[in-house]
């Protein structure tokens, strides 16, 4: 892959980005994320008119707050990353494009433009990106059409080179991250939180054979309702067993309905139905059916691991 490094500076004048240019950019974007927050509670089917926008003005938001650091570019990524850190940013990036054209076509869905992937050198500058506790463990995040990652120097513990690109790219969230990227587009941000990371283990897991740790295990009674896994997925006091309830119910929609149903409900979704109305009309099963029908199915046929 080539890889073309590049300046934060501005090729017509030769000069460093205007420190004030960039506080009033950064400022109106800003502006337009309070704006936008006050709107957020109008119905699903006119706020999917205005989620792109504001998807696209949260990502120039974030984008603008990387200004110092350098870039490399790729055909359909670029990374930010510090100057110390340019083998591990040369790493992912070209992981990311090892894994661009698998889940692009798996959801036949092609990104406008460059993919922007932001590297951390440390959990700490990770998790203060989001305002997160320092005790948070994520290796890569997708949030508002950017991927931030933790450089995987910090958490293979393997240190040959050549090892290191083997377990991230089996190991690492890249796959992961982009499929939800891809979600997110497709679906105009209409997606309940369980339903996006079900997809994105199910994806993961046919591309490079990772699993969560003890999800498998975790999937029994009593189970999380989807009441709880819909309001409230990320507060849940058992992380494992919810995401690996995710999986269990986006694994259980294709063993009853096949993946076109599954991508049948991400377009119905971006058509501005919620889960309910779209498993409805896709898989013809009401609330309760779909409740009672992942839990059977995680209880019965969920070991089986040929299933994916």
Known sequence: MKLAAQDNIDRASGR????????????????????????????????SYSYAA??????????????????????HYYIKFR????????LVLDTAEFFYRPVTEEFNFTPRGRIPIIL??????L????????DESAMGVYWAGAIRVLSPGVWVEQQEAGRIAEVFKTAGPMAHELTHLVVDYLTGGNYPRWFTEGVAQYEEYKLTG??????????KPPFYSMRDLTGRFDQLPNQTKAYGESLAAVRFI????????LHQLIAELGQCLDFNQAAAKVLRLDEAQFE????????????????F
């Open 127 to 134: 998790n203060k990106s989001f305002g997160w506790e320092a």
């Open 83 to 90: 100057p110390e850190d340019r083998v591990e940013a040369e």
């Open 16 to 47: 460093p980005w205007g420190a004030s240019w960039f506080r009033v950019m950064r400022a109106l974007a800003a502006a337009f994320i309070l704006l936008a927050a006050l709107f957020w509670n109008i119905p699903a089917g006119i706020k």
């Open 54 to 75: 504001i998807r696209e003005l949260v990502k120039v938001h974030t984008i603008l707050g990387t200004w110092h650091l350098e870039k490399l570019t790729s055909e």
């Open 292 to 307: 009672a029908g992942w839990q059977d199915w995680a209880m019965t046929k969920a070991p089986r691991r040929d299933l």
């Open 120 to 125: 951390y050198s440390s959990r700490e500058a």
């Open 254 to 261: 294709v063993s009853y309905a096949g993946e076109p149903a």
């Open 210 to 219: 990772f699993e969560l740790q003890d999800a498998t295990s975790s999937l």
